[in-house]
């Protein structure tokens, strides 16, 4: 078996039987499937959940590099299946990209860090972070989170009772995900604002909009040199003057006596940049906006916020469902739910499509926030890689609607900009009318 080395600089394995297999009727790889919001996407995944669950697609119509001889892809839309292959690491390995896109492994290094390493080096690196993730560290972010949703709340509160517009993202959900972050990592006030528009500018590469004409690879690239530069920065600073945060546990921690080095902390930087700032901030936008559409829901939440908060939480979750999909490699023959997948092989995991499964939920087309049990795969299949901030999201999704609920009850939101992207379910800006005159 292929074992990618630490550095991503491994060549994938290849066979011949690839480029032989005829593409399926349904077509999930075209910009047009893609630009479609999950509704109509879904039409297309439940008939591949109930006829060909494994589908062999065309490579995705435009990719940031296009390869030349890509063959395609397996598309994995049944939740078991998904469940399968993330937690077989062995099989389906991510040293080689975890994206449609086959990234230059340097960029894998550069922003990718142990989202896209396999073991050791995975455990190794996530471990280290883990380490860094000391509990009085957690309890000092999680004290924060209330307090500063608190503020976002009320910035916004002031705002609309001064007569401006309020936009969901750009004056609510965007910013708490952004001060976490920056807390955790200890990146001055005066930085942040550069950080979070670098890590839009990664996920930005498939928006035409967002990228405005400029060319998708380079501002990749020259955004996550930026947050490097900025990590350098921070890290000098921290060997000087050891802080309370993530990045001084960063610099400090040891597994074997092995240390990580500049680069690798800044790839954990911008890997945490993009993770833990876009997801929630989506998440958040597309819970408000649900909400909205189903008042019934909002009602029974209401009702008793903090007896139900929580399992609201997890619906949220599934019906925001907001990453896309993830890629592994197949390293080794395997007998995937009746298709013989070979070494080579990309395998591209669809988690709203496993997410809208229903042989796994009861009415999956409900957004149903008393939903019991919530089996979800927003957070990925489980596995080597799931999602090690699900903890800080949920926390995060928590306060900022305790706030919602306590200061703006009314709230209701209009329709949303969604970017264009196979990559991330975003909403770009989502108008939204506090309604505080309406409060008790
Ligand atoms: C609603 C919010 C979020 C969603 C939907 C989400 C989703 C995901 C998914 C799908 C994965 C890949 C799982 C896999 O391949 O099996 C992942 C990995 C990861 N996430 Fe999140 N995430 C969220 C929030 C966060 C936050 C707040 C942080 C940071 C504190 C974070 C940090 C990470 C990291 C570091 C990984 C890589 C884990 C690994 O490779 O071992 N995420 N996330």
Redesign the pocket.
Known sequence: MTTPSFDNTDVAPTNDVAATRPYDDLNVSSDAFWEQDVEKRDLIFKQLREQRPISWQRPIETALHPQQNDPGFWAVVRHADIVEV?KNPDVFV?GYG?MFDVLPPVFLQMAM???A?DNPQ?DKV?GL?GKAFTRPQIRRIDDDIASRARRIIATAREKAAAGEPIDFVADISRHL?IE??GD?FGVPEELRPTVAHAADEIVAWADPVLLAGRDGAQVQVEATTQIHQIAAQLIAERREAPAEDLLTNLVQAEVDGEKLTDPEIGAIMV??AV??TD??R??ASFAVKALTDFPDQREWLWEDFEGRIDSAIEEF?RW?S??LN?RRTAVAEYELNGQHVLPGDKVVMM?PSGNRDAEVFDRPDAFDLARKPNAHI?????????????Q??KS??RSLFRELHQQMPGCVAGEPTLMKTNFMRGVVSLPFEPNLVSQP
């Not at 927003?378 to 699900?390: A, D, K, Q, V």
């Open positions: 993330s991510s975890v860090s142990f989202l390493m995975h996530r972070v995900p976490m972050f955790m890997l945490f993770a833990a997801t929630t989506h998440t979750l925001g907001v990453v993830f988690y927003t957070f990925g299949g489980g596995g080597l890689h799931f999602c090690l901030g699900n800080l999201a995060m999704l």
